[in-house]
């Protein structure tokens, strides 16, 4: 009261205090926040991705396609190395890969390393470039796309842009196809069809659609040329009245794409002119006796096809086409089905050649076991020998003939649509076939790991045997080396071995009987050889076994005596065809003809 100032006023004075400090508090709020968000760090991520979204190149040239990769300056690396791998493919679209371009399958590795390199330079990034090989072709052709694809692969956090580009492939733009009239004037007849004919000059993958427009620009007619075409033909009818009129060439709409490659000639000139009645009889006249000539010769032409073909049959018979049997004499074993029978031809033919080949028992033979010669069995079987060819070729002839040892047929051929010199040929029965091994039992130490066998065969026979020979351990000496007796064939058995052997066909020469190694898979036991002769399911065979021991002990524990070399493969005499008048190949009961294991039979 003293200084004047009234109740009121000192109210007024304290709330306006109030409101300046509750704002300078605010205030004081406001900027401690800001300083706070400015001290923060901002998480900044790696920048990956092509520099463009299009490239291009021309063909034959090495382009490149830019890839873009930017490390911030505040970007934090891990404790642990890692990297950072960018992968660039390319896929299909007007361009082909192989035909236009080499296929794009690129691969950037950076390391930890070469990232804080960029992320150090000057600049925070680098520019990559990926090569493509453009290939040039000798085609005129527009501009081609493919497209770019970018992926990263990487732990670290990446920031992708611009994954997919377009590449455009240019042409070399030095040549250009061109399209034009075969003349630049033609010479047609009121009402009368006209040739028109058109020419491409250069290659190009595009189909060219032209149009053909007379001179006021109406379209005359549209024409399609295809990759493949340069000439196309047509007919055209100028009307009936006398005139002349020009016709020029232009790109369809379906070839606008085309411009400035494919260039036209020179526009061609019509002129149509007026038939004479006379002129016009002589023009029917001549095309129909043109028609009836045509038909005329295609006829004649099929009836000289029919005597061609009369006449070379006649002149293969002139020249003496022959097909014999390439054997004189043919030996098969009584317990086979079949004889291998080759045939062979004296000159080559236009056409496959059917033949037929018949097999009768001798007649002798037939008197002889049945004492009726007119019953004689009868097999026959037809053969086709290709043409072209004067190589012979083999046939397995099916016979069961179960007759006696010494028994022969006669083998006689015809050949159908053709008349041939008469061949013939003869097949022997022999004693039953049997292969064995030649001896039966080896003894070799386990330190030989293999053993030499032979194998013979008691009868000769027309052609070259395959045997396969296979050692099988035996279940009594699995137990006794592995404590368990395992089928063979099973998981724990060990695995057995072969060998392929081969006799050759006789040839009226001696030849040794075959020999070869076998090894085997243990160190020890006893294996037994068994014989598969192929394509002769009822060939008797004998087995064999080998016995592979320490060196001084057998299986058994007895004493092994010093080690003998392994016989020598027999050579055998030379091969002669069987006696029928013998006893060994008339008498069914002879121990030579029925006991394999007689001297003769082994």
């Known amino acids: 009261r003293r200084c004047g100032i009234t109740s009121s006023t000192m109210a007024v004075r304290s709330?306006?205090?109030?409101?300046?400090?509750?704002?300078?508090?605010?205030l004081l709020v406001l900027a401690l926040c800001a300083l706070g968000v400015r001290g923060q760090k901002t998480t900044q991520k790696i920048s990956v991705g092509f520099l463009n979204p299009t490239f291009s190149g021309k063909e034959g040239e090495v382009?490149?396609?830019?890839?873009?990769?930017?490390?911030?300056k505040d970007f934090k690396f891990g404790d642990s190395d890692e990297s950072l791998t960018i992968l660039v493919t390319s896929e299909d679209g007007e361009a082909k890969a192989g035909r236009d371009f080499e296929l794009v399958e690129g691969t950037i590795t950076l390391a930890t390393g070469d990232l804080k390199r960029i992320q150090n330079n000057r600049l925070g990034h680098t520019n990559i470039a990926v090569e493509i090989s453009l290939t040039e072709d000798e085609y005129i052709e527009p501009s081609q796309t493919f497209t770019l694809t970018l992926e990263v692969q990487t732990t670290l956090d990446v920031e992708e842009h611009i994954t997919s580009a377009i590449f455009t492939i240019n042409d070399k733009g030095s040549d250009t196809v061109k399209i034009s009239f075969d003349q630049t004037t033609y010479t047609?007849?009121?009402?009368?069809?006209?040739?028109?004919?058109?020419?491409?000059?250069?290659?190009i993958r595009q189909n060219i659609s032209v149009d053909v427009t007379f001179s006021d620009d109406s379209l005359f007619q549209t024409i399609l040329f295809k990759p493949s075409q340069n000439v196309i033909e047509v007919s055209f009818n100028p009307g009936g009245e006398t005139q002349s009129y020009s016709l020029s060439l232009a790109l369809a709409e379906p070839s606008h794409n085309l411009e400035g490659l494919v260039v036209m000639g020179a526009p061609a000139e019509v002129k149509v002119m007026e038939f004479t009645p006379e002129g016009r009889r002589i023009i029917r006249l001549l095309e129909g006796k043109i028609n009836s000539t045509v038909v005329e010769r295609q006829n004649e032409y099929s009836r000289l096809q029919e005597k061609y073909a009369v006449l070379q049959r006649r002149v293969e018979d002139l020249q003496g086409l022959k097909v014999e049997f390439e054997r004189e004499q043919y030996y098969m074993a009584k317990n086979d089905e079949s004889v291998k029978v080759c045939l062979k031809k004296k000159m080559a033919?236009?056409?496959?050649?059917?033949?037929?080949?018949?097999?009768k028992k001798n007649k002798d033979s037939q008197k002889r076991d049945t004492g009726d010669e007119d019953a004689s069995p009868i097999f026959q079987e037809e053969f086709i020998i290709s043409a072209g060819s004067v190589k012979a070729e083999c046939f397995g002839f099916d016979m069961t003939p179960g007759d006696k040892v010494g028994a022969t047929f006669n083998l006689t051929l015809t050949v159908d649509d053709h008349t041939v010199p008469p061949n013939s040929t003869t097949v022997t029965i022999t004693k039953s076939l049997t292969v064995s091994f030649e001896p039966s039992e080896y003894t070799v130490s386990k330190g030989d790991k293999a053993v030499k066998v032979c194998l013979t065969k008691n009868v000769n026979i027309s052609e070259a045997l395959n045997v396969k020979v296979t050692a099988v351990k035996e279940k009594e000496s699995q137990k006794r080396a592995t404590g368990s007796s395992v089928p063979s064939g099973s998981d724990d058995a060990p695995p057995p071995t072969s060998q392929a052997f081969t006799f050759l066909a006789d040839s009226g020469a001696a030849q040794p009987d075959p020999c070869d190694n076998i090894g085997f898979p243990v160190e020890k036991g006893t294996f037994t050889l068994i014989l598969d002769v192929k394509d002769h399911p009822k060939v008797e065979s004998q087995p064999a076994t080998v016995t592979i021991a320490d060196d001084s002990t057998d299986p058994s524990g007895n004493s092994l005596p010093s080690p003998t070399p392994l016989p020598a493969p027999k050579a055998p005499s030379a091969p002669s065809a069987?006696?029928?008048?013998?006893s060994s190949a008339t008498d069914p009961s002879s121990s030579s003809a029925t006991d394999p294991s007689s001297s003769s039979a082994t």
């Open 349 to 359: 033919t236009a056409e496959d050649l059917h033949v037929t080949v018949t097999a």
């Open 188 to 203: 047609a007849y009121a009402s009368q069809n006209a040739p028109l004919k058109l020419l491409k000059e250069g290659r």
């Open 63 to 72: 382009a490149a396609a830019i890839v873009k990769v930017e490390v911030p």
């Open 578 to 582: 069987p006696d029928p008048s013998s």
């Open 15 to 26: 709330f306006c205090l109030a409101i300046s400090t509750a704002t300078s508090v605010l």
